[in-house]
């Protein structure tokens, strides 16, 4: 009588294996090189185009200076002077709004290419069984198709930011003049961009794995991105608590230089705020008719410049935790279809 025992547990299969994402982040960069190859070569046409378009306009502007022109007070000799200088400041102004604007619709770009390419076309075509059947996991293959764009996207963000913080910084406003919180300037600096862009990574995936279309997923993304977008900027104002000024009517007081203008109006003697267009009447009628509703006082709410880091810092907390959420929610996702 013999008994069966088991064999020996071989040495290389009860040995610890290292689990890493270096092979699933290597197979989706190289299935994507292309697109990502693309980008990258547009982003640094973009840096390469601030750049150079600085450069000449600090020459254009020199230029301008000696010649002894003037925009105010042209005369006959200086006219193609003048011209020449007015088209290459309008020039730098196009190229910052469209700077401006690739940055905010950068996360849309980023979420959909993770939407739809990356995500929900693995799904649609059933290619994902074939890296599932290769010893990773669901969750190893959500992780790998995460950190490489993260990372990428970061990257790419993050220059495109700093270059459009030294471009609009070397602007000298002798032409076109422009405040920090105007929407394509205040997203376009500081680290609000980097976070929107992760934000639109998030949504991509979440959209990818709760669609699998890639089309879509892709649509989806941008409308959520956008009306994200849309949400956040009419809240930036309330983001940080804000400056108060109280001054007597007709005191010549003015909001301080470079802030960011709110509401304004006038103040009762019981504290309680009456809208700017209460009083109507001629000019010389308006301190009586305020007097009929209690007030001598005019307020200012404003943001001062020194409120731009505030502002940018609670703006990117608040983006990267709707980004943590829905990296949250897309493994939860993926756990209770795929298990």
Not at 71 to 84: K, L, N
Request: charged share 15%; aromatic share 8%.
């Amino acid at each position: 009588m013999s008994t069966l025992t088991p064999p020996k547990p071989d040495a290389a299969t009860t040995a610890p294996t290292r689990v890493t994402l270096r092979g699933p982040v290597r197979v989706l960069l190289r299935v994507h090189r292309r697109p990502l190859r693309t980008g990258g070569a547009a982003a640094a046409l973009v840096i390469l185009w601030m750049v150079g378009l600085s450069l000449w306009s600090d020459r254009s502007s020199a230029d301008f200076a000696a010649s002894g022109c003037s925009v105010e007070h042209t005369v006959p000799r200086c006219g193609s002077t003048v011209r020449d200088f007015l088209d290459v400041q309008m020039l730098l102004n196009d190229t910052q709004n469209q700077a401006g604007l690739l940055l905010m619709v950068l996360p849309a770009l980023v979420g959909a290419f993770m939407a739809g390419p990356v995500i929900a076309r693995e799904l649609e075509s059933g290619t994902f069984r074939l890296s599932w059947s290769q010893s990773v996991s669901p969750a190893r293959w959500l992780a790998a198709r995460l950190l490489a764009p993260a990372v990428l996207t970061v990257a790419v963000t993050s220059a495109l930011a700093a270059v459009f913080a030294w471009f609009w910084s070397r602007d000298d406003d002798s032409f076109y003049e422009r405040a920090w919180y105007e929407e394509f300037v205040y997203g376009s600096l500081g680290t609000v961009p980097v976070a929107h862009a992760l934000l639109g990574l998030a949504i991509g995936t979440l959209a990818g794995l709760l669609v699998r279309r890639t089309v879509a997923a892709m649509a989806a993304t941008v409308v959520a991105s956008g009306l994200l977008l849309v949400a956040i900027g009419a809240l930036r104002f309330s983001l940080w608590p804000i400056r108060t000024d109280v001054v007597a009517i007709r005191s010549g007081y003015g909001v301080p230089t470079d802030s960011w203008s709110g509401a304004q109006g006038y103040v009762t003697s019981t504290g309680e705020r009456l809208p700017a267009e209460v009083c109507r009447e001629p000019a010389g009628d308006i301190l009586e008719c305020l007097a009929t509703h209690g007030s001598s006082e005019r307020y200012y709410d404003y943001h001062p410049a020194s409120h731009f880091w505030p502002l940018q810092l609670v703006e990117t907390g608040i983006l990267l935790a709707l980004a943590s959420l829905a990296v949250f929610a897309a493994f939860r996702v993926l756990r209770r279809l795929h298990g």
